[in-house]
């Protein structure tokens, strides 16, 4: 199945791609933070949103 260059959110609500731009900027959007901050929050804590919210104190 090829990727869906449309698609507007997540594929897996659950889990970050920073290897997705459009990925990064939806997190960055709906986190409020830098694109810094996800990338480095993510290569801290894994990909899991709940465990990046929790790294960034969201």
Known sequence: ?????DQKQPEDPTKINVGQQWE????????????????DAVAKVGVMVKDVKAELGI
């Open 1 to 5: 199945m090829a990727d869906d260059l």
């Open 24 to 39: 990064i900027d939806y997190w960055t959007e709906k986190l409020g933070v830098t694109e810094k901050q996800l990338k």
